[in-house]
């Protein structure tokens, strides 16, 4: 069943659909049933740009594992960059 | 029972419907030709949104011989492709009750003001769809029969109540006009055997006519052929139990 977790955060970037780039506003993070995935629930990325209309969505379906190991994987890489000097915000 | 020179005949289209506080919604309508009385079911999609699954058990439901009008429950949010829009709602914490509630009532308008309708409607539905006809068969007058199918939330907690979701539709069971026909899989994280247990509970607290089918080596969703979820055997025998609650509620 649906769990309705799920939570927005605005965000500065760019996403590649088939179509080609686009700017990207939001990112939209939940919890709850996958369209693909074959799990019952997902961890679900959903970038987008809401000013462009539904259609305007880059999204990932994680299974718990895969999206513990990212938040760690982009986590580590920030921390490295900074580390680094490349972070000049 | 279908024989092989019978005639059939159905027609689908979308059209277009007065939903909640008059706003026009899509909905898609299919229904049997020829001059009925046709029994009727309001159809609800589930999250997932106004799917391919949803069009084709409408389309079922008039094969069968109903007038079946699945109302678009997210046509407020934009257009695309089901999933996208879907995804749209989701992010948003889902559609308000109030506002189901609402284009429900306007679906059972049209179904029962429909020259072909024989004024009995029934409602279904799966997953939230299953929460949201629970919902509206407690609070509108005029269903003769409800059918959830693994409806998780219709039992919530504290925590789980929000704006949008204001109340836990067993809460509302005292109001209930209509049968019910439960179907759930018993390895279902939600609704959970407790949480079909506590709706059974309201039920019979209230006196209502209730009838639970709990499939075992079934979990959420085991209707839909095109998941992993999907159990043919127990799938089977659900629909079975579907017609023939059809057929004691609405249609006569």
């Not at chain 1, 740009?49 to 994987?73: F, I, K, M, T």
Request: charged share 20%; with cysteine; proline share 6%.
């Amino acid at each position: 069943m649906c769990t309705m977790i799920a939570t927005q955060i605005p965000i500065t970037g760019s996403g590649k659909k088939q179509d080609g780039w686009f700017v990207l506003r939001e990112a939209n993070v939940s919890y709850d049933h996958p369209f693909h995935a074959p799990n019952e629930h997902t961890l679900n990325l959903d970038f987008v740009n809401e000013a462009l209309g539904p259609g305007a969505r880059v999204a990932v379906e994680l299974d718990v594992a895969s999206a513990r190991a990212l938040v760690e994987a982009i986590t580590a890489v920030l921390a490295k960059a900074d580390t680094g000097g490349y972070i000049v915000d | 029972m279908y024989e092989t020179n019978q005639y059939e005949g159905i027609i689908a289209e979308t059209v277009m419907i007065a939903g909640h506080n008059g706003d026009d919604i899509n909905a898609y309508f299919a229904r049997p030709l020829g001059p009925g009385p046709h029994p009727a079911i309001v159809v609800i999609h589930h999250m997932p949104g106004w799917d391919l699954w949803y069009r084709e058990v409408t389309h079922k439901f008039a094969h069968h011989g109903y007038l079946a009008l699945s109302p678009n429950l997210y046509y407020r949010d934009g257009h695309g492709t089901p999933e996208d829009v879907a995804a749209k709602v989701r992010a948003g914490g889902g559609v308000a009750d109030n506002q189901v509630v609402g284009d429900v009532a306007g679906a059972l308008r049209v179904l029962r003001n429909h020259p072909t309708s024989n004024g009995k409607v029934a409602v279904f539905g799966t997953c939230s769809g299953a929460r949201h006809a629970y919902l509206s068969a407690c609070q509108l007058p005029g269903f003769a029969g409800i059918i959830d199918c693994w409806g998780g939330r219709i039992v919530m907690n504290e925590q789980e109540l929000s704006v949008k979701q204001p109340v836990a539709p067993v809460d509302y069971t005292a109001t209930l006009s209509c049968p019910v026909l439960g179907i759930f899989g018993d390895e279902d994280f939600n609704p959970t055997p407790d949480h079909v247990n506590a709706l059974e509970a309201a039920l019979k607290a209230h006196g209502k006519s209730y009838e639970f089918h709990r499939y075992p080596e079934a979990g959420h969703g085991f209707f839909y052929y095109d998941r992993p979820a999907y159990r043919q055997a127990q799938a089977m025998d659900g629909w079975q139990k579907i017609f023939a609650f059809l057929d004691r509620t609405v249609r006569i």
